[in-house]
């Protein structure tokens, strides 16, 4: 049922039409000419909800898809998107094509030599049509928007075409999208259309970070036995430019790495930790290591030169508090943190900057508190770790992780690592689901490690011991089925327990 037809020769969209003029088309077509898109006669209708439309007179048949392939529900959205675009100061056309007909948008909207479709796609449609509909669109200069029934979700995620998706089937018509850092919620097609047009439809978000979570612990150092505090960041407090918020999970903390975004802010972590009558904070320095192979930025004695404090001890600590510091350094953002399409606003500050900044780096990578990883960062890393077969212990496992390897999986003879395997096959952990289970499709290995950190009752902020492991799998240090196999065995047996003494 068109929202478009010709009153002796003239164009008219129903929808742009006030009571009085349809009442005046009733009065008077029948002594003029009114057809059809199909080029039948044509008769001027409004449905039971007050939304004005042509149908064909009864008994009228045409082969013209948009005559009668169209649901009440696709002709009520595609009215309201063409009132919201025309609100917004855009020119606005109903099921408009090009000569030669090529393609007919549901509406298209002009301004300064701009012109974006927006289309409405209730009914089933797969990825290869939305993308084959979006190359025609290309192929003549037209940006193409698409809002889409839940049931083409999938498909048009799949297609990589720009969309949002109705959150239900009937009036309001409101949409699902979200704000930077935020979770999707109902937004109304109207507000959503002059968003769009507006220009507030963004990719990515600009932020800056206002605060990091600090882990922290003393320990002595192993060359002149005086104490030194350990710290590093795991988590931030985000700001975006239009002035939202958001928590940041970091992930992205090689091992033995050569640099580290702690040294960016550690004037304003010694303000904060300095206070607290804790040793002296252990600076940041190179130092070689035999364990590792190379030479990386560890975290030395604050009393002498020889002693430092490994990164494999670090990562099997378990005595870490937490503090949250204020920063004032600026601290880089990976591309994961704020690569999210987002309904952005001006409030007095800008918008969102599209440009993707030269960070030559250390990068604060993590994902978003609440919202499932979306891409995986790779790191560059000189660790080897190879895992023979599937049935080695969780102990040795982890022995591996951190760079103690044994020929061939021996057994360690200095007592401190035991590696005694198991003769028989372990017994799989039974895989339930995790909070992104119903949300998104999602590895078994990140599964796993989600069910490790809430059988935990780990605070979303705070590190897990598990969370080295998952970013090594993530990261393609570890092979995902190897790594898959790992983190069952943990979620089986607990916490690996730790060396009887430290291996710097």
Same mark, same amino acid.
């Given at each position: ?96 094509? !090009? %000569?030669?007909?090529?393609?007919? $948008?549901? @509406?298209? =909207?002009? +301004?300064? /030599? ?69 979770? !999707? %919620?109902?937004?109304?097609?109207? $507000?959503? @259309?002059? =968003?769009? +047009?507006? /220009? ?159 960070l030559r780096q250390p990068l604060f990578e993590g994902y978003i508190t ?135």
């Open positions: 049922m068109p929202l478009v037809a010709f009153f002796d020769g003239h164009r008219i969209e129903s929808y742009l039409s006030t009571d009085e003029d349809w009442d005046q088309l009733k009065g008077e077509y029948k002594n003029r000419v009114l057809t059809m898109k199909c080029g039948l006669p044509g008769i001027p209708r409004k449905s039971k909800r007050g939304l004005k439309h042509f149908a064909h007179k009864a008994g009228d048949l045409c082969g013209l898809v948009e005559c009668w392939a169209e649901t009440p529900e696709h002709r009520a959205a595609k009215t309201l998107t063409a009132q919201a675009a025309r609100d917004a100061g855009w020119q606005v056309s109903v099921e408009w094509s !090009p %000569e030669g007909g090529a393609w007919t $948008a549901d @509406v298209l =909207a002009e +301004l300064d /030599g701009r012109r974006i479709a927006l289309e409405v796609q209730w009914s089933r449609q797969d990825a290869e049509e939305f993308r084959h509909r979006q190359e025609r669109y290309v192929a003549d200069g037209v940006e193409c928007f698409w809002y889409v029934h839940r049931r083409n979700a999938d498909e048009a995620r799949r297609s990589g075409v720009p969309h949002v998706v109705f959150e239900g089937d009937r009036d309001p018509f409101d949409v699902t999208a979200a704000k930077a850092f935020q979770q !999707p %919620e109902a937004t109304s097609l109207h $507000a959503h @259309v002059i =968003a769009l +047009l507006q /220009g507030l439809h963004l990719d990515r978000i600009q932020a800056q970070t206002t605060s990091v979570i600090v882990q922290y612990l003393s320990d002595r150092c192993f060359a002149c036995k005086r104490p030194s505090t350990i710290w590093r960041i795991t988590a931030a407090s985000l700001l975006s430019r239009c002035q939202e918020t958001g928590g940041a999970i970091r992930t992205g903390a090689p091992l033995w790495a050569a640099e580290r975004i702690e040294t960016l802010i550690a004037g304003d972590i010694a303000a904060v930790l300095g206070k607290g009558g804790l040793p002296q904070l252990a600076p940041l320095r190179m130092h070689k290591s035999k364990q590792a192979g190379k030479t990386y930025l560890a975290y030395g004695c604050v009393h002498c030169r020889a002693g430092f404090f490994g990164d494999g001890f670090l990562e099997l600590e378990d005595r870490w508090q937490s503090v949250t510091v204020p920063v004032t350094a600026s601290i880089p953002l990976g591309d994961e943190l704020l690569t999210q399409v987002h309904l952005c606003a001006d409030k007095g500050f800008g918008t969102c900057s599209q440009d993707r900044p030269d609440g919202q499932h990883r979306r891409t995986q960062p790779t790191y560059e890393t000189a660790a080897e770790v190879s895992l023979v077969g599937t049935d080695i212990s969780a102990r040795d496992a982890v022995a591996i992780m951190v760079g103690h390897q044994y020929t061939e999986h021996e057994e360690s003879t200095s007592g401190m690592w035991s590696s005694t395997r198991k003769k028989a096959t372990p017994k799989e952990a039974v895989t339930a689901s995790c909070d992104w289970c119903e949300k998104e499709m999602h590895p078994e290995h990140e599964c796993l490690w989600r069910r490790l950190r809430a059988k935990s009752n780990v605070d979303p902020t705070s590190r897990h011991w598990s969370d080295g492991v998952h970013h090594r799998i993530a990261s393609g240090i570890i092979a995902e089925e190897a790594g898959t196999a790992m983190m069952k065995r943990f979620t089986e047996r607990g916490k690996p327990i730790l060396p009887s003494r430290r291996t710097r």
